[in-house]
């Protein structure tokens, strides 16, 4: 994984979502636990991590085409591109 700030997706990003809950939408749906969360940088949806048993951000990115998070968790300042597999802080 790269660190770099020339992906488009992540260029494409004007202001940075922030959480607007710090829980996993999908987990609280069925039950279940997260690890991380992360921060949709189209729709804004929170969600929770590769880590996390259900992946429900990575799920959530390849289901609908938005390719850019960030994290959600306190003091973290970076976004992730899924498509180009790339970390940039901001």
């Known amino acids: ?9 992540i260029k494409a990003v004007t202001s940075v979502k922030q959480a607007k809950r710090h829980e996993c939408e999908e987990c609280v749906k069925i039950g279940a636990h997260w690890v991380h969360l992360r921060t949709c940088q189209q ?9 996390s048993p259900n992946r429900h951000a990575r799920k ?3 289901a609908t ?9 306190p003091g973290e300042t970076w976004m992730y591109c899924f498509p180009d597999d790339v970390f940039a802080e901001y």
Do not use: L, N, R, Y
Request: charge should be negative; glycine fraction near 6%; hydrophobic fraction near 25%.
């Open 43 to 51: 729709c804004g949806t929170t969600q929770c991590c590769d880590d």
């Open 1 to 9: 994984m790269a660190t770099d700030s020339s992906c488009a997706h």
């Open 60 to 62: 959530h990115a390849k």
């Open 65 to 73: 085409g938005h390719p850019v998070i960030s994290s959600a968790e």
